[in-house]
Nanobody, 118 residues
Framework: QVQLVESGGGLVQPGGSLRLSCLAS????????MGWYRQAPGKERELIAI???????NYAASMKGRFTISRDDAKNTVYLQMNSLKPEDTAVYYC????????????WGQGTQVTVSS
């Protein structure tokens, strides 16, 4: 199994930026793609973006433009750059790993809290 640790969240003002990090360990050889989800209070967890091992990216339609996913294989880390943040971006952000069949191969962790407020 793959273990993922998210970091980089915090309190930011509307219009600000944050970069989240996700460090992977364990059975990394089984990972074909990694991505980010978020869950706002009272709402279901939603996909933000996925990045495959060859660097291809896929974003949820509503997330395009302000969010950018990237990876540093040397550091076993995936990033989520978030710009022009809005109060509605307030959520817990989670990292995920998928195998070549598209199945999630990590347990959900604690995530990292992002709060956008003035």
């Amino acid at each position: 199994q793959v273990q993922l640790v998210e970091s980089g969240g915090g309190l930011v003002q509307p219009g600000g930026s944050l970069r989240l990090s996700c460090l992977a360990s364990g059975s990394i050889f089984s990972v074909n793609a990694m991505g980010w989800y978020r869950q706002a209070p009272g709402k279901e967890r939603e996909l933000i973006a996925i990045i495959t091992n060859d660097g291809s990216t896929n974003y949820a339609a509503s997330m395009k433009g302000r969010f950018t996913i990237s990876r540093d294989d040397a550091k076993n880390t995936v990033y989520l750059q978030m710009n022009s943040l809005k109060p509605e971006d307030t959520a817990v952000y989670y990292c995920t790993a998928r195998n070549r069949f598209g199945a999630r191969i990590n347990e959900w962790g604690q995530g990292t809290q992002v709060t956008v407020s003035s």
